[in-house]
């Protein structure tokens, strides 16, 4: 019986550990150390304009802020809070989608204040907390845990929940100037770090397993069976095996609901007795077994993921494309990150825009990007302004890359648009669904494109990289038809060329 009890006991400390490996590693350590706890004040006025936003890439825990912003007429501030985006930890830089709330604040209107991640993107441009033009306004905000709360001119808002319980800070400004006249932030450590800690829940697990003992002493008056801490085990591998919080830490409600549904199902095999309890253990067998298949693993994963507090990237990822970092808050900004630094809208000179994603442009080295080397062939031919954009997208297709040009980079106003089609484009799926793009749907985007440069007087080129399949070669061609140059890579073609090439066709576009 002891050995039942010793059995049952390890495996409750070994549930939760389990547990406490949803916490992403390194990340308590690492907020324990970079999260600021000193007061910050600002000692200069601070211009925010479109293109020119404000950023303080720290991160911060618990705060109370206090700020002086002075909106110009027609403008709208977004201030980015909770703003989590990739970065290395351990000299390995983890992949995902940015995370941020926003508080937007408008000299044009009046209306709420708060928008999530995904409101402040695909929303209204307008609306905001109205202040008075011209005209400085104190603005406060407190972040406890993930619930932040502001005053703006008077005008208290609403409690907003954050995805996160720590991050950076940031402002930016649309339809005009805005001006910071002061800026004073009281740092502190993220509230209750001790939560996360992996000793909370390992011991935690165990007190779980001696909890199922207590109870089945005194409900059979027999010591609790090692089947019940195998199942238990089981239950808690089953939901959290395939759960990804990348650098979040997990709702505590969460993992207090998962703990429970494992000591429920760990109490219910030691009050069984007999034919009853086998039957039950085979059922948890069966459900551990199912998850173990693609679509119910994913169910699953998805079910608990949203439970321990993940957010929902997939309509950010829609448009993004998947792990698309900082793309969210650089496009709210009207910015755009190149291998050689920040970009915004203001125009100097002729600009190209590559659409086709990093795959297609960045294979090597920085300064083998297509990108630059086409830069650099502008302004050698039409002055220091000339430029050549790219999205910065790590798997990019077409669709994608319309989307997200349209939606977030029209403002760019591009000469020349290169619409490349991929080698990766026609590729299946990792998660086995249908093919992102077939000749018909790119058949499709591309008549978009095409009536899009017509309508605005812009040149299109477009790119057909190697490997790209044959069907979307063709369907591809017969929707631009002939007046579209289009320029078709090879295996043998130093990349170097690529960028020659590009400029020689769209060279009788820019005069």
Known sequence: M????GILVAC???????LARVVPDGLAEQCHRDVVTRPFELTRQVEVSEGNWFFLPQLWGDFELLLDLEVGPGAAVDILLRQVEPRYVDDVQ???????????????????????????????????????????ATVWIEGRGKTLTANVGGKRQPAHAADDVYGMLAMVARGGNAVIKSLKIDARPIAGEWMWWRATWICSGGLAAVLVALVSRLLTRRRADAVAGVVMLATVW???????????????EGVVVVLTGAVVTGTLLAVLRGRAQWIMSAVCALGVLSSLGGA???????RVAALLGASDDAEVEHVFGPDSGEQPSKALGNLIRLPNGLVSQQKRGKRAFLLGGE???NRGQPGEHVGLQLGALLRGSYGAGADALSLPTVDGFSAQQWRLFDGFYQGFSPD?????????????RSDGGPLRTTASSLAATLRTVVEDCQARGRGLVLLLDVGAPQSLRDAARAAVGGAVPVVELTDELPRVDVARRLFAAMEPLLR
């Open 2 to 5: 002891r050995i039942s009890l």
């Open 416 to 428: 020349v648009l290169v619409f490349g089609v991929g080698a990766t484009e026609g590729a299946p």
């Open 296 to 302: 119910a693993d994913r169910a699953v994963a998805g």
């Open 94 to 136: 983890v992949p995902f989608t940015g995370r941020f709330s926003t508080l937007r604040i408008s000299s044009d209107g009046d209306g709420a204040g708060w928008r999530s991640r995904e409101a402040a993107l695909f929303g209204p441009v307008g609306g905001g907390v109205g202040v008075e033009p011209g005209r400085a």
């Open 359 to 361: 795959w297609l442009y």
């Open 238 to 252: 089953t939901l959290t095996r395939s759960v990804e919080l990348p650098l979040m830490f997990p709702a505590i």
């Open 12 to 18: 409750g400390l070994a549930s939760g550990w389990l």
